[in-house]
């Protein structure tokens, strides 16, 4: 009975989070739907939902799930390839690279001095951004998400909590600064 209890407290939590993400996304499709037209747009639609449901999620379970990262992934270079964005094929596909040994280094780099806090949904989730935004992209990404993050611990008074919705609010504002036209 408890456990149901809980776990109905939760979903309308969820629930409630959900609405508010939705309005937000929607504002924000409202702007895509200015700057981009055709495929670009709907590829616009779904980086800024995804990226947002990631925020979400990884803010209530501490998760950034596979079954929204890898299709981020793959979007991205599905945008690149088609003309969506200024990054060419080969800086997409260095890009997501370049995610993916940043993060790396920074798990070995953070597992020597403590406990690793940086997780597998993280490093995945810098990869499908890297295919995105390609590496001077993803590098202003990080440095934004650095200070968001920073800001977050110094507000809240805690130095660990979930990197993503740092680095989701991130992404988005260099995805719409990148596509301004």
Known sequence: EEKNKRLKALWEKFFKVSICWGLSTGV?????????????????????????????????????????????????FT???LGGTSVSML???????????????SV??????????FGA?????????????????????LVISFVFFLVEALVYKRNVGPFGPALGSAAIIVFLLLNLK
């Open 108 to 117: 070995v780099m953070l597992s020597t001095l403590k406990k690793a806090e």
């Open 79 to 81: 945008y690149v390839y």
């Open 28 to 76: 924000l499709f409202a702007l895509c739907a200015n700057m981009f037209v055709g495929a670009s747009f709907y590829l616009s639609c779904a980086f800024i939902y995804m990226v947002s449901l990631l925020m979400s999620v990884d803010r209530m379970y501490y998760l950034l799930p596979d079954f929204f990262t890898i299709p981020l992934l793959v979007l991205g």
């Open 121 to 141: 949904g993280d490093a995945k989730m810098l990869t499908a951004l890297g295919a995105w935004f390609g590496i001077i992209g993803l590098s202003i990404t």
């Open 91 to 105: 800086e997409s596909l260095i890009g997501a690279w370049y995610g993916y040994f940043v993060s790396i280094i």
